[in-house]
């Protein structure tokens, strides 16, 4: 079993910025790679950014390209979501996923609870 937990996030103005933070604990946690996701009100999940875990390789959705950047800490067993130059598009829910990625994110089972981002104008 996994647990992923995430937290960081709150209320920002609009061009302000956060960073995120989900912890990935568990007996035997290994991921191929670790995943941002986030849902709007009334909208779908939606990816956001990803990670592979063992070499750093990153990805973005076009929406978040050069605004927000994903990180990991391996020994803390941390994935990190910075955000900045937000905007009120930006307000959902964000969620961490365990996954892989080929060519494209794989989600895996695991989700985290969630954070709420609310980006004011």
């Known amino acids: 079993q996994v647990q992923l937990v995430e937290s960081g996030g709150g209320l920002v103005q609009a061009g302000g910025s956060l960073r995120l933070s989900c912890v990935a604990s568990?007996?035997?946690?290994?991921?191929?790679?670790m995943g941002w996701f986030r849902q709007a009100p009334g909208k779908e999940r939606e990816f956001v950014a990803a990670?592979?875990?063992?070499?750093?390789?990153?990805f973005y959705s076009d929406s978040v390209k050069g605004r927000f950047s994903i990180s990991r800490d391996k020994a803390k067993n941390t994935v990190y979501l910075q955000m900045n130059s937000v905007q009120p598009k930006d307000t959902a829910v964000y969620y961490c996923?365990?996954?892989?990625?080929?060519?494209?994110?794989?989600?895996?089972?695991?989700w985290g609870q969630g954070t709420k981002v609310t980006v004011s104008s």
């Open positions: 996923n365990a996954g892989a990625y080929y060519f494209a994110y794989a989600p895996g089972t695991y």
């Open positions: 568990g007996r035997r946690f290994s991921s191929d790679a």
């Open positions: 990670i592979k875990w063992s070499e750093g390789s990153t």
